[in-house]
């Protein structure tokens, strides 16, 4: 028994539908146009997000929650109090990396001073916004009353001591043991070479950083301008003794999003393609045959769709990113096969027969494929809809909207557009019969099967494939294709080397190649947090966390003990110091009481603590 029922309930459904087509042509025509000139309108309201952070990182699962609660549990204000090891996102910050011009040691009196000038420079570049002048100090991540300033800053007041090496510097960072003031120098120098006591030897970068206050929402357009008007500015201008390479996050979505402006006439010369393409290959033998204005129709049909589709999309107010641009390409070049479809289902359709039962006939058989293809294609991006990461959500959103009414339009637009053009093919068909001369000819063009393209795939692919010979090789060249590919899956190599996204001359390769090299030795500070109420005055907490700090610390990739960075780890250090016994006299730390008060009273009115 042939479980075939769904396939003739669509089969059915299509054949009245086609017959209504056939019927009413002008009506699938026009209201498809008119939605899309209504739906066109809310095309220009589309919220693009540009934030490429934000599109590119998941906004659900465990990573996400948990950065949420680290936000929430141990957020700080930007404009009061910068921390730069507790970001739990990329910064808006500008930074901008320098290297001696011939190499080396930068360590000189000249470079330090074009460091200190390029220093200036950067913050003295304002944008204008609203006849205001604006610029690092309206801007700036605060400590206190004063904006963040990069730690080599105070020190370049003593060039002559660095240079003589009067005045040593430590390596990453500085902690006074007294005031617990600290300077943090892994975030400005590079390429660091350091003796036993890891005090500076040489350095052979030096990056200069400029954090931003993003508490407040209203000052991140602010920001994002100034930040443009920094980099080209300073990667512009002339310097004497460095090499300039500014972020190369920054130039990498500056080059991105030019590339996508660049895709936009692109789109037209794919229409135009498309439509040649379409043209040839709905041409025929007979004149009469040959529908050449519905390769055109096929492709108008998926512009109006994806029109319509963006329009909607904004209608209900779906995000949307630039990447979206690359929507179109793949809608005209994957959804217009369902027009060769129903071409082809017309051609082998009797011409005998009145335009209405043509469209019966030609539906009834195209229906039910077109519908599954562009369900398979449906199902898939719904299940793309899923993912965590925004820019594949967005993109998943509009290319199923895309689809669907892609698949509605090539069954109403284009169906009128066909529907029409069988009307035409019909009055060739009725003047040809009246020419008495021409009646042999007539009747060689009722004949459906005499199409160059279809007779060739039916009389000589059919039969090669046919033969047991090529049925062998066809099998095994597909089991070969499977294996080279399950292999390939099973060998592929996670990640991307970004050195081999752009020329070797590239800016942007360059940037990251000096950052690499230079800066990824001590770049991301982990931070482990205990979510769990403990009484730290006990003797055998404070051991089990150490054991803990050790296990961390004896991870690959990890800095040794002395650069973990811990309250109580710095609170017992405390404890030993001559003017914290005085200080903390008679308090007894095993005593819960006692020890959070020595905390707050005594350990944290250190400012650094």
Not at 401 to 422: D, E, I, K, P, R
């Amino acid at each position: 028994m042939k479980l075939d029922c769904v396939r003739k309930t669509i089969s059915a459904i299509f054949r009245k539908f086609g017959r209504f087509v056939g019927l009413h042509p002008y009506y699938f025509i026009l209201f498809p146009v008119l939605i899309t000139a209504i739906f066109s309108v809310f095309t220009f309201n589309i919220n693009s997000i540009k934030n490429l952070t934000k599109l590119a990182f998941a906004d659900s699962g465990r990573v996400f929650n948990t950065k949420k609660f680290i936000d929430k549990t141990f957020p700080f204000n930007t404009s009061k109090f910068f921390d730069p090891t507790s970001f739990t996102s990329i910064p808006k910050c500008v930074f901008v990396m320098y290297t001696k011009t011939n190499g080396g040691n930068m360590l000189e009196k000249d470079v330090l001073l074009e460091i200190s000038r390029a220093d200036e420079l950067i913050k003295n570049i304002t944008i204008n916004e609203a006849g205001r002048e604006i610029g690092y100090s309206d801007l700036c991540g605060r400590v206190g009353e004063k904006c963040f300033e990069n730690p080599i800053i105070d020190i370049l007041l003593e060039i002559d001591n660095i240079v003589q090496k009067k005045k040593r510097l430590k390596y990453p960072f500085d902690i006074d043991p007294l005031t617990y003031s600290y300077k943090i120098y892994s975030l400005n120098f590079g390429g660091v070479i350091e003796d036993e006591n890891d005090l500076v030897q040489t350095v052979n970068a030096i990056r200069l950083l400029y954090f931003t206050d993003e508490s407040d929402e209203n000052k991140l357009e602010l920001i994002e301008k100034w930040r443009a008007a920094v980099y080209n500015r300073i990667r512009n201008h002339r310097f004497e003794h460095l090499l300039c390479f500014v972020d190369y996050n920054w130039l990498f979505e500056e080059r991105t999003s030019q590339l996508l402006q660049n895709l936009t006439p692109m789109i037209a010369a794919l229409v135009g393609f498309i439509s040649v393409f379409t043209i040839l290959t709905y041409m025929s033998n007979n004149w009469a045959k040959s529908k050449p204005v519905l390769g055109v129709a096929s492709v108008v049909s998926a512009g109006l769709a994806v029109v319509t589709s963006f329009g909607f999309m904004s209608v209900l107010g779906t995000e949307n990113s630039k990447w979206n641009i690359t929507i179109p390409f793949l809608v005209l070049v994957t959804e217009i096969d369902d027009a060769f479809v129903l071409l082809a289902c017309w051609r082998t359709s009797n011409p005998k027969q009145k335009v209405a039962k043509r469209m019966e006939e030609t539906f009834a058989e195209a229906g039910v494929s077109i519908t599954l293809t562009s369900l398979t294609n449906l199902f898939s991006y719904c299940i793309g809809m899923m993912a965590s990461i925004p820019v594949v959500r967005m993109f998943c959103y509009y290319s199923a909207t895309c689809v669907v009414f892609t698949f509605l339009y090539q069954v109403t637009f284009f169906g009128g557009c066909m529907a029409l053009s069988g009307y035409k093919e019909e009055k060739q068909r009725q003047s040809l019969r009246l020419n008495s001369e021409n009646i042999e000819e007539a009747s060689e063009d009722d004949n459906p099967s005499d199409e160059p393209t279809m007779t060739y795939f039916r009389d000589n692919l059919g039969k090669i494939l046919s033969l047991n010979v090529v049925k062998i090789i066809v099998i095994i060249i597909y089991f070969l294709n499977l294996s080279f590919g399950i292999w390939g899956a099973l060998t592929i190599n996670h990640g991307i080397d970004v050195t081999t996204l752009y020329p070797e001359e590239s800016p942007i390769t360059k940037s990251i190649k000096i950052y690499y090299n230079s800066f990824s030795r001590y770049s991301f500070p982990y931070q482990v947090v205990i979510n769990t109420t403990l009484d730290y005055s006990d003797v055998n907490v404070q051991q089990s966390l150490d054991k803990l700090m050790n296990k961390f610390e004896r991870l690959p990739y990890i800095a040794d003990s002395r650069f973990t960075l811990s309250w109580l780890k710095y609170y017992k250090e405390f404890q030993n110091y001559p003017v914290a016994k005085y200080s903390l006299r008679g308090y007894n730390m095993s005593v819960k009481e006692d020890f959070l008060d020595g905390l707050r009273n005594v350990f944290l009115k250190f400012k650094a603590a």
